[in-house]
């Protein structure tokens, strides 16, 4: 009898995260306003920005768009999945986090859980930028596409597994948080090409981009949806993806299975 009893409360890593990621899920189900409204940052880019590249470099508004849609892609995942290490922060500021320590759940799990659900954000915001460009000569690759939403959500894995290492680390320090992240994700952000061309920037600024991994998920992107599958940049975006979500997965749940 003893033994039955400890088999069915003995943690399931695949169960428990199953059942993190439904519980993660359900606030986004519940207000899918907060989904949406989310959105305002990117279309501010899109709708400001590429109007500025049109006119700087004179190309059509759709060839435009195929080289910027990407860029806005990839910064959702960016800034969205940057800042999820917060909400955790928030939970163990509120004791939230304690009470799921104690439950019966793997400890990877609370991690692993966490970052899977933010692929669900990433795959809906990403398919509602692509279809508000698409009326304005912006070309849908449906394969492209496909992969290169698949490409975002290791990438959004990745970020968000370190947004979370990063929050229980820092734990009630919120200024520190925040501090950290606003500071990386900034040059990340310019020094990708996201949202002006590098080829044309300093030296350095282009030397240090190739060591960059979002450059490299930017490009694969670009390529991607542009129907070139088989470019190399896409090999090197994977690779950039799978190496970081790896690390981020590592990190997080190492510093999950030591908080307290």
Not at 123 to 137: E, K, M
Not at 206 to 231: F, H, I, Y
């Amino acid at each position: 009898m003893t033994e039955t009893r400890d088999t069915a409360v003995r943690p399931t890593a695949g169960r428990d995260t199953w059942n993190v990621l439904t519980r993660e899920l359900k606030p986004v189900v519940r207000d899918p306003f907060t989904l949406i409204f989310s959105l305002v940052q990117p279309l501010v880019f899109l709708g400001l920005f590429a109007p500025l590249l049109v006119g700087s470099s004179g190309a059509p508004v759709g060839e435009t768009l195929q080289w910027f849609v990407p860029g806005v892609l990839v910064m959702i995942v960016l800034f969205g999945t940057g800042a999820t290490g917060s909400n955790l922060q928030y939970e163990m500021m509120t004791g939230s986090h304690e009470r799921t320590l104690v439950a019966p759940l793997a400890r990877s799990s609370l991690l692993v859980g966490r970052a899977l659900k933010e692929i669900a954000p990433i795959v809906v915001q990403a398919c509602i930028i692509v279809l508000i460009a698409w009326p304005f000569g912006f070309t849908i690759n449906v394969p492209g596409l496909v992969i290169g939403l698949a490409l975002l959500a290791v990438f959004g894995v990745g970020l968000g597994s370190l947004s979370y290492t990063l929050a229980l680390k820092t734990k009630d320090r919120e200024w520190l948080f925040w501090g950290v992240q606003q500071t990386l994700i900034f040059p990340l952000l310019i020094l990708s090409g996201m949202l002006l061309p590098l080829n044309q920037g300093p030296a350095w600024m282009q030397a240090v981009s190739t060591v960059n991994p979002v450059n490299w998920v930017v490009q694969a992107e670009r390529a991607l949806l542009a129907g070139d599958l088989g470019a190399v940049e896409v090999l090197w975006g994977w690779v950039a993806a799978l190496v970081l979500a790896a690390l981020g997965l590592w990190a997080g749940i190492r510093a999950m299975r030591k908080s307290s």
